[in-house]
């Protein structure tokens, strides 16, 4: 199939670029007029105008702080903020700083920026204008300000514009020094403002701090409380008085045990001894000594005189004797023992109660504390913030001088020597750009000029043109609408054998596995069939007819109710003769078909006498009865070079099918359902191009299979 193609060359040109040329090449002299007075009137221009010259000053804000000692600058700087240098260029063009500028330069009274306009003159010769006032003089001083950042960059050019160069140069030079010295002067201010504030606030920081103080003493006074330091608070008293008693507590102890112990060593010479032990005493060692003395002298002389003997008399009233005295020495260390016992527990005694007096004035005493901790609390706190206030003060009257500006000049304006404006290089050639541009446009807008075609005498200006083409191909005629192409599709067959054996071979082909090729062709054709159809209730009816012979329909019918089985969808295939249509049998009508394995109803002669028929006439009838139970419909109808061929089956297919042999041409075909149908229903239909993978035998042709396919529809319907 060959798309239908249209010449370019014989289509009308969008943009007629020879009528163009005729119509400024006729006014010619027009345009070049208008153009030669644009010129005239730029030089004009440029012979009366004043020139104005720009200076430009170049300064860089410098983000970084200067630190040059380590405290904190009242103000710190601009920063790196993109934002906040932009914003610089606004406080360069402040009506406050421009205002300073004008007054010191004393531009008041420039003629420049004082002269009133022609209006103003005129007005003041009538006599009814004013002088202009200050605040107009300095918007006219303002209008000639440029301040601009360049791009992202720390750097701000500050232009001003001026008919004298030295005047332009010295104001943009006096606009960046008023400038840096704001900025300084800001921080200076800052400093001196903050340093005043400090200093007023420090007084009554220090009032309070001594109120706050002098209620803590009151309070210390008032409830009898001393420094800690000193030790006479009520818990350094107990404390003390607490290691007090534990000292005498244990004195105590070891007075009563060493006055046990003398009770019980008694009077004895031994038990004298252990008293010495216990309390050291010259006069108990003394006497124990000379009893011992005495007692070995009078075993001695026992031994030597016997026991009559008068010595041994006198020795034993000595020793009587020193036992009396061993015995009051005991009693006498016996008695010194408990009075150091005795007064040992009586200083126990002493302290204990002192120290329950000093408990219980504590117990008392416990909110006077916590108001006592409050009222530090608060005088710690002012002397904090007086400290810190002291702190800051210092440091801001030390920076007074010390601060330097962020705004640093780097680029100093110069007198200019080449004006501004007006520049004869840019004005003289766009202005005859322009004139011309104006000339073509008024050209253009009063079209060709007319000349009266009968005179003779008129002479006739060679107008150059573009030569038409010559040798236009004619234009081509319309287009004819061709059906859908599906493509071209081989099926299996047996040599030597009919459509039958081809239908099980195709069967065959597409239900075992091995054979994907023809598989991936049907599933091709399903999508193509399914992209064509519109969405609607079940069930969608297919028309499946050919142009001359109706092997090809009925191959490409069962290939595609095959195809649509396999993809899960229920299939009913209709089969009609080519005589109208006749009813169909309800019972034993709907067969399945023994070759293709699909649902079958067949409509014709052959079953117009069976028995148990439906009274329907129509296929709308018949998809009305069984249709609703199947997704897929394929209407299985003659051939459209039959006579017996009705339109009314094509009114109700969703989509029309024609196979054709590969003899055939889709011409042919898309012209033969243009005469059935019309142009406009040709969309509806498709072709596809059936043959077979082998050769058919010698001799038999496609024609000589219909009549066995109409001996096994007859068939199959007498069996069902």
Known sequence: MTPARFDERTLPPLFDIGAV?????????????IAGAALLLALAYLAVATPSYTATASILIDPRDSHATNFNNV???????????ASQVFVIQSQDLLGSVFDNQGLANDPEFASRGLVSRLLSLVGSGAS?????????????????REGLTYVISVSFTSQSPEKAARIANAIVDRYSASLAGERETANSDVNSLLTDRIKSLQKDVSDAERAVQDFKSQHQIVDPTDGGTLQSQLDQ????LITAQSDADQAKD??????????????????SEILSSNSAIKLRDDYNQRTAELANFEAMYGPRHPAIGRIRSELDRMQRLMAAEAERIRQQLKASYDLAAQNVAKLQAKLDALRKQSNTSN????QLRQLDSKAQAARAVLDDYLKRAQETSQMQGVQTSEAKKISKASAPTQPTWPKPALLLPVSAVLGLMAGCGLALALGPIRRPEDDPQDPQEAVPAIEPKKDVAPAPSRPVPVPANFGEYRLPGVAGGGAQATIKAMRRSLFQAGNEGLSRDVLKLMRQMISRLDDHPKPFVILVSSVRASVEARLAGTMVGIGLQRAGQKVLMVEIDGQPLRPVGSGTGLFTDSVSGLQTVICGPAVQ??????????????????????????????????????????????LALFPLSPAESVSDTAALLEKHFGAGQIGRSATLVIGPDVAQPAGRRTDDIAPELRDRRRGSVAGG
Do not use: C
């Open 241 to 244: 008085l607490t290691a007090q």
């Open 258 to 275: 060493r006055y046990n112990q003398a009770l019980a060593a008694g009077t004895s010479p031994a038990g004298l001894a252990r008293l």
């Open 609 to 654: 006498n069976a028995p148990g028929l439906l009274d329907r006439h129509s296929l709308r009838g018949v998809l009305a009865e069984v249709g609703s139970a199947f997704e897929f419909v394929l209407v299985m109808v003659p051939p459209l070079s039959e006579n017996g061929w009705n339109p009314e089956l094509f009114a109700n297919a969703d």
């Open 75 to 85: 103000l710190p700087g601009i920063g790196s903020d993109s934002a906040a240098i």
């Open 21 to 33: 040329w005729a119509i400024l090449w006729a006014r010619r002299v027009m345009v070049a007029a």
């Open 132 to 148: 202009p006032s200050r605040d107009s003089i300095l918007k006219r001083f303002q209008s000639h300000v440029t301040v601009e």
């Open 367 to 370: 909110l006077a504390q916590v």
